[in-house]
T-cell receptor
Framework: NAGVTQTPKFRVLKTGQSMTLLCAQDMNHEYMYWYRQDPGMGLRLIHYSVGEGTTAKGEVPDGYNVSRLKKQNFLLGLESAAPSQTSVYFC?????????????FGPGTRLLVL | RKEVEQDPGPFNVPEGATVAFNCTYSNSASQSFFWYRQDCRKEPKLLMSVYSSGNEDGRFTAQLNRASQYISLLIRDSKLSDSATYLCAVNQRSQGNLIFGKGTKLSVKP
């Protein structure tokens, strides 16, 4: 099993450009999450999904959209990138079950917005 | 008060030292607790879940104090390879959203 994978690994955007980050998991997990990690700020939840076709806002959703059309994929979109969105983006997933279940993270996508 | 707070660090210790990390959480309804390890430029990886009775895995011991609302991680006989950032995480909702502390960086020196 590959676990959680993320595409691309690194990207440079100009302000105003759009892009989509792809997260894929092959563990049949129900829940998927998008976080951003910035120096001094820790991991912050952007959006999450509790199942195929459902999404919900996290702590810092502004400027991002998500879609979960297939159970194994969770897409994060930036419609008009801003320098404040320069960050490392991590996707995570976890199985359906008690809240004692922990999350498994992808390797991250480093995004630089100029 | 932040929902989850950790010692700011960094901790610089010699090999063989014992080091302790603490993490406090503000919501008494929190139900699950975890310690993650994150190496430089890598993703967080689960180190240990923290159980009410406390749990140990080799040189690592995790404890939970619900009355005082904190969790701890003790590393004994620290190794160079223990150098990393340690994140605590708390889960308090049925959706499984984890709330992370900002992490404490540990550097183990020869």
């Amino acid at each position: 099993n590959a676990g959680v994978t993320q595409t691309p690994k690194f990207r440079v955007l100009k302000t105003g450009q759009s892009m989509t980050l792809l997260c894929a998991q092959d563990m049949n997990h129900e829940y998927m999450y998008w976080y951003r990690q910035d120096p001094g700020m820790g991991l912050r939840l952007i959006h999450y999904s509790v199942g195929e076709g459902t999404t919900a806002k996290g702590e810092v959703p502004d400027g991002y959209n998500v879609s979960r059309l297939k159970k194994q994929n969770f897409l994060l979109g930036l419609e008009s990138a801003a320098p404040s969105q320069t960050s490392v983006y991590f996707c995570a997933s976890r199985p359906l079950g008690g809240i004692g279940e922990t999350q498994y993270f992808g390797p991250g996508t480093r995004l630089l917005v100029l | 008060r932040k929902e989850v707070e950790q010692d700011p660090g960094p901790f610089n210790v010699p090999e063989g030292a014992t080091v302790a990390f603490n993490c406090t959480y503000s919501n008494s309804a929190s139900q699950s607790f975890f310690w993650y390890r994150q190496d430089c430029r890598k993703e967080p990886k689960l180190l240990m879940s923290v159980y009410s009775s406390g749990n140990e895995d080799g040189r690592f011991t995790a404890q939970l104090n619900r009355a005082s609302q904190y969790i701890s991680l003790l590393i004994r006989d620290s190794k160079l390879s223990d150098s990393a950032t340690y994140l605590c995480a708390v889960n308090q909702r049925s959706q499984g959203n984890l709330i992370f502390g900002k992490g404490t960086k540990l550097s183990v020196k020869p």
